[in-house]
């Protein structure tokens, strides 16, 4: 899969005058052309917004609103990466033209995997592979099915979604719940704060301005959205899950494998919400077969608030990570508040919409 | 070459077609769907630096013929040549190996993608991870764009296409495929969405194209442009190509007549 045509039969182009003129003329768009066209822009400004209102309503009223207490801020860097990760996984393959629904039930079957091997047993870099695996094979499923038969990736993943959950004791075993108790370390690398891992490995003194107190969870976060940021805007990958979900034939006629690039994306998708339901499960300490229900329909949510099309070919990793980040901030708001708790998901479904409209006025401006 | 002049250069290539085989030949191409006869045993070969036009109305097979020759349909029937050695062109990768390289109006770019991407799609230069190199990319785009469409107002390679003008983002798929120089580039209707001056311009890089070893297969409704430019011509109708003729045996008049009365 990697073409690498240098193109060094540059017809005419090659002397250097032509391309110091060149530079001059088409240096980088500027700013506010790149600001305008980039598809977080949005969600990165109600994101800033909301966050400034909520530092200064909690300067003003610390005792009412405790939003800047150090327990609170971890909280909620604990919290992004539960919907966040699912997300990132769904907005790849949401740009690269393709739904994926069965994330829900991946991030509950794939972890109760690992949970149901390690008890066997199993070494746990094994079980975590065999985990990685089902969900893995899930999302090749997908991708085939949906490929194959031309049918909407909505309706493939929908159908998974069930078949996986129903079919989950089958595959895990009848127990509703499973201790899972990795080693201590394991444990702190993935779920404790940064103090934890510092601790594990040497004496030290807990790192200043509460940089310490960082949970894991949402390093991880970040590494894993760099990662995506890496594959969908300096690999070859990335390219290809933009042509292939911006204009699939175009992309046939410029030579792009659209069928192996869309398989490709079910199964990252799939691969991350086993990741996620991994660090779920480390946390709790525990894996369950019981569904979470709605996580597949909060990672779409994410990714249409973070400014991805329905339609592919559109979106970036930081409008996902913006949008989770948002969301997980408007709970905090309402528990901090003391405003009931459907006040979220009311906001999530009123961003929905305003997310969609914003998509399609701006796709309209075009 | 000065791109901003529009070189019309006299026939001089009736002669040409007939040394040694020619660069790509089809011999005896049928498609049929169903009952309809799309091609029906078609002939059709291009030389070396020449600008075939193919013409025909409505129809006629012109685009069956294109999508057959750009792998993206398989004959029923037919032989392909290149340089008188058989070759497979029945897939996209083949066609593209076999030095065809199809530029279509419409389907031609991805709209939410940048200049630059569009232009690399398929062909990234990456290293040995994949990961792309996005100063090659960059450097390259801009001379692309500084050499081809100059005039076509783009200000940068990372404006999205869809952001351009019909005509600016025509250009942007010639330029493409010019970079990547394969000896055929097959133009579906390259000419019917642009401006005055764009059209100049695109006929004139044909032009340039024929001359520098790359030729081109013209597909069009308007004879106008087609005779400014094409050296021979490939009259289709009916699924059949009923004339193929160099400019200089034939005028205005008689390749309208002949679309008209088949």
Redesign the interface.
Same mark, same amino acid.
């Given at each position: 899969?990697?073409?690498?045509?240098?193109?060094s039969?540059?017809?005419?182009?090659a002397a250097s005058s032509?391309?110091e003129?060149?530079?001059r003329?088409?240096?980088?768009?500027n700013w506010w052309?790149?600001v305008r066209?980039h598809p977080a822009g949005p969600v990165a400004i109600m994101f800033l917004g909301l966050l400034a209102a909520c530092i200064v309503a909690g300067l003003l009223v610390p005792q009412q609103f405790a939003f800047l207490n150090p327990a609170n801020l971890s909280l909620i860097l604990k919290q992004i990466p539960n919907y966040g990760m699912v997300a990132l996984g769904v907005g790849l393959l949401m740009i690269a033209g393709e739904f994926d629904l069965s994330v829900g039930s991946v991030f509950v079957v794939a972890p109760f995997a690992m949970a149901t091997a390690y008890a066997a047993g199993i070494p746990l870099p094994v079980a975590i592979l065999i985990g990685f695996s089902i969900a893995a094979l899930i999302g090749l499923a997908n991708g085939l099915i949906t490929l194959n038969f031309g049918i909407p990736s909505f309706i493939t993943t929908l159908g998974m979604l069930f078949i996986v959950r129903t079919s989950a004791p089958f595959i895990v075993g009848y127990a509703r719940s499973l201790p899972f108790k990795p080693p201590e370390a394991f444990t702190e690398i993935l779920t404790g704060d940064v103090n934890d891992v510092i601790a594990l490995f040497a004496e030290v003194e807990q790192l200043p301005l509460g940089l310490g107190r960082i949970p894991m969870q949402f390093i991880w976060f970040i590494g894993f959205a760099l990662l995506c940021y890496?594959i969908l805007n300096?690999?070859?990958?990335g390219?290809?899950f933009?042509?292939a979900g911006?204009?699939p034939?175009?992309?046939?006629?410029?030579?792009?494998n659209v069928y192996r690039t869309k398989v490709f994306g079910f199964i990252l998708s799939s691969v991350f919400a086993a990741a996620a339901g991994l660090f779920s499960i480390t946390r709790l300490q525990t894996a369950m077969t019981n569904p979470q229900l709605f996580i597949e329909l909060f990672a779409v949510a994410i990714c249409v608030i973070g400014g991805l099309?329905l339609f592919g070919?559109?979106g970036s990793v930081i409008g996902i990570v913006l949008a989770a980040a948002l969301l997980q901030l408007v709970q905090d708001v309402i528990i901090l508040a003391r405003l009931p708790g459907f006040y979220l998901d009311m906001f999530v479904g009123i961003m929905i919409v305003v997310g969609v409209v914003i998509n399609q006025v701006v796709r309209r401006k075009? | 070459?000065d791109m901003e002049t529009v070189v019309i250069v006299e026939v001089e290539e009736t002669l040409r077609v007939h040394d040694g085989p020619p660069l790509f030949e089809a011999r005896g191409i049928s498609k049929s769907y169903g009952h309809v006869n799309a091609l029906m045993n078609v002939d059709f070969h291009v030389g070396r630096n020449e600008v075939v036009g193919l013409l025909g109305d409505n129809g006629a097979g012109k685009s069956t013929l294109i999508k057959v020759l750009?792998g993206v349909v398989i004959p029923d029937e037919g032989q392909f040549f290149r340089n008188g050695d058989p070759v497979d062109i029945s897939s996209?990768?083949k066609s593209?190996a076999a030095g065809i390289q199809?530029i279509?109006q419409d389907?031609?770019?991805?709209?939410? %993608?940048s200049i630059m991407?569009?232009i690399?799609?398929?062909?990234?230069? &990456?290293n040995a991870l994949?990961?792309?190199k996005?100063r090659?990319m960059r450097?390259?785009s %801009?001379?692309?764009?500084?050499?081809y469409v100059r005039i076509a107002g783009? &200000?940068?390679?990372?404006?999205?296409v869809?952001?351009l003008s019909g005509g600016q983002a025509q250009a942007v798929a010639i330029a493409r495929a010019?970079?990547?120089?394969r000896d055929i580039l097959l133009l579906d209707e390259p000419t019917s969405a642009l401006s005055v001056r764009e059209t100049e311009k695109v006929l004139g890089i044909m032009r340039e194209l024929a001359e520098?070893g790359v030729s081109c297969v013209f597909v069009t409704h308007n004879i106008y442009h087609a005779f400014r430019v094409c050296d021979r011509f490939v009259v289709m109708a009916h699924g059949q190509s009923v004339k193929s003729v160099a400019k200089a045996d034939t005028s205005l008049n008689e390749l309208t007549d002949l679309i008209m009365t088949h």
């Open positions: 899969m990697t073409s690498t045509i240098t193109p039969e540059a017809p005419v182009t032509v391309h003129h060149a530079v003329r088409y240096r980088q768009a052309t790149r066209l890496l300096r690999h070859f990958l390219n290809h933009f042509a911006g204009n034939n175009a992309a046939r006629f410029a030579g792009i099309s070919g559109r075009y | 070459m750009s996209r990768r593209e199809t279509y389907i031609a770019l991805v709209g939410s %993608m991407r569009n690399f799609a398929g062909r990234e230069p &990456t994949g990961f792309l996005m090659e450097s390259t %801009m001379d692309i764009l500084d050499s783009i &200000t940068s390679p990372d404006l999205p869809e952001d010019v970079h990547f120089k520098s």
